[in-house]
């Protein structure tokens, strides 16, 4: 039976503290699960719902504010909410968990609960973590050793150290058992440059420095996974894309043979310590294309997601930037001027983007340019030139590699944000570069 209450959520689970008589047969004390799923921050949420759970109890907490707790543009808004400032890094989504972690760990110890998680995710632009919560005023003098502040090389070559709040060391009783001693940490762990390259280092924390996941629980939820119901998501679905009962298990894909050699060629025009911002580069010439609509169960996909169907060409694309992590970019072959050179941008050099907007380049900028000029910035977004529209038939597919840390500075100079970036600075499979090119043609 599902009893709904339409006032405030606080304001509810609060009446369940200190309130153990039963006043009726449907009376509940205590949750055994609370899941808070609010647009945006949890955060006004979460001392209510640790108050209201049962010892025990499991803690499912959603954040849909990437752009706050794994951003580097409002810190003092994330303090606000969390208690601690982000980590301008290619992690900063892990440093993201850490910090709601330490933010649903801070508020239950004030009652004397630890908390244990389960399962951390950060799925896109939000997080969702599993927490366990019990009463154990023990555990919970571990919090300020399990909590760390984290010095980052982000302006320079990425590297990063970590300073425990506190220390928690193990100690030996006279029977041979395990206690534990809680004293001051020793600090700073790193200068103000970074010890590797010279550059600035930047403070971020405190955040929850214990592990992100249980094992085993992740190890049983893996378990159950074959006894799970495995139907069809959509009537239609295309063999390849079958849903399918296992998890982090190597994508299938059948390797496309060309039936005739690529005319444009790809250079790689970098000098030796450039080398890195593109380890691996695929280019394939698919012919004879019809830019119409895309099968039903594509476009079913890409609305269960909440994208709008476009056309085949771009479904495509979208689909494979969000179910696989693989973006791609797509060139309208007639429109491409001889071979394709990937460079550095030349100071100067301009390009009208797809969104409609045209950017200045520079020399730090990593670009895609034929003999016309420049056609599309490296890993974040093409050039309206060789875009494709309902008259393309011949198409060239781009599937790369592109380093992170230049793809994300890139981005933030121009101030362009798309899902390729928001990928590449992330980090891809690098073994899925040219089976996603396979795949997607």
């Known amino acids: 039976i599902v009893h709904s209450n339409v006032d405030d959520a606080r304001a509810y689970?609060?009446?369940?503290?200190?309130n153990e008589r039963s006043t009726s047969d449907s009376y509940v004390h205590r949750f055994d699960v609370v899941d808070l799923d609010p647009y945006g921050t949890a955060a006004p949420f979460l001392d209510a719902a640790i108050q209201c759970l049962s010892d025990g109890g499991l803690l499912c907490v959603t954040c849909t504010d990437a752009g706050v707790f794994?951003?580097?543009?409002?810190?003092?808004?994330?303090?606000?909410?969390?208690?601690?400032?982000?980590?301008?890094?290619?992690?900063?989504?892990?440093?993201?968990?850490?910090?709601?972690?330490?933010?649903?760990?801070?508020?239950?110890?004030?009652?004397?609960?630890?908390?244990?998680?389960?399962?951390?995710?950060s799925i896109d632009f939000y997080a969702r973590v599993f927490v366990r919560v019990h009463k154990s005023?023990?555990?919970?003098?571990?919090?300020?050793?399990?909590?760390?502040?984290?010095?980052?090389?982000?302006?320079?070559?990425?590297?990063?150290?970590?300073?425990?709040?506190?220390?928690?060391?193990?100690?030996?009783?006279?029977?041979?058992?395990?206690?534990?001693?809680?004293?001051?940490?020793?600090?700073?762990?790193?200068?103000?440059?970074?010890d590797h390259c010279g550059s600035r280092t930047h403070l971020a924390g405190p955040m929850w420095a214990g592990p992100l996941h249980n094992p085993y629980f992740v190890q049983r939820m893996i378990d159950r996974i074959p006894s799970l119901d495995t139907k069809k998501i959509s009537p239609s679905p295309a063999p390849t894309l079958k849903p399918t009962p296992r998890l982090l298990c190597p994508t299938k894909h059948q390797p496309i043979r060309g039936s005739f050699p690529c005319p444009v060629s790809v250079t790689l025009d970098f000098a030796p310590a450039d080398k890195p911002l593109c380890p691996a580069f695929a280019l394939r010439l698919v012919r004879g294309v019809r830019n119409g609509p895309s099968p039903e169960w594509l476009?079913?996909?890409?609305?269960?997601?909440?994208?709008?169907?476009?056309?085949?060409?771009?479904?495509?694309?979208?689909?494979?930037?969000?179910?696989?992590?693989?973006?791609l970019h797509v060139f309208d072959a007639a429109k491409v001027a001889g071979n394709l050179v990937v460079r550095r941008a030349k100071a100067g050099e301009t390009i009208l983007a797809l969104d409609g907007k045209t950017y200045a380049l520079t020399e730090e900028q990593v670009v895609i340019a034929d003999d016309h000029g420049v056609e599309s910035l490296a890993g974040i977004m093409g050039g309206e030139a060789?875009?494709?529209?309902?008259?393309?038939?011949?198409?060239?597919?781009?599937?790369?590699?592109?380093?992170?840390?230049?793809?994300?500075?890139?981005?933030?100079?121009?101030?362009?944000?798309?899902?390729a970036r928001y990928r590449f600075e992330r980090g891809v499979d690098p073994d899925f570069c040219r089976p996603g090119l396979d795949l997607a043609t």
């Open 299 to 327: 476009q079913a996909r890409l609305r269960a997601i909440g994208l709008r169907p476009i056309n085949t060409l771009v479904d495509i694309t979208n689909f494979m930037t969000f179910d696989r992590n693989r973006p």
């Open 13 to 18: 689970m609060y009446s369940k503290v200190g």
């Open 137 to 194: 005023p023990q555990d919970v003098k571990m919090l300020a050793g399990t909590s760390m502040m984290v010095y980052n090389c982000d302006a320079g070559c990425g590297a990063w150290s970590t300073q425990p709040v506190a220390r928690n060391q193990a100690k030996e009783d006279k029977k041979g058992g395990i206690f534990y001693k809680h004293g001051f940490a020793q600090g700073p762990s790193a200068s103000s440059h970074c």
């Open 386 to 419: 060789s875009g494709c529209d309902e008259n393309t038939v011949d198409v060239l597919v781009e599937s790369a590699l592109w380093n992170p840390l230049n793809i994300a500075r890139s981005g933030r100079a121009l101030g362009i944000n798309s899902d």
């Open 70 to 121: 794994a951003s580097n543009g409002y810190p003092e808004k994330a303090y606000a909410l969390y208690g601690g400032i982000p980590s301008k890094a290619p992690w900063s989504h892990e440093a993201g968990l850490r910090l709601i972690l330490n933010s649903i760990a801070m508020n239950a110890a004030k009652y004397g609960i630890a908390v244990e998680p389960l399962l951390s995710l």
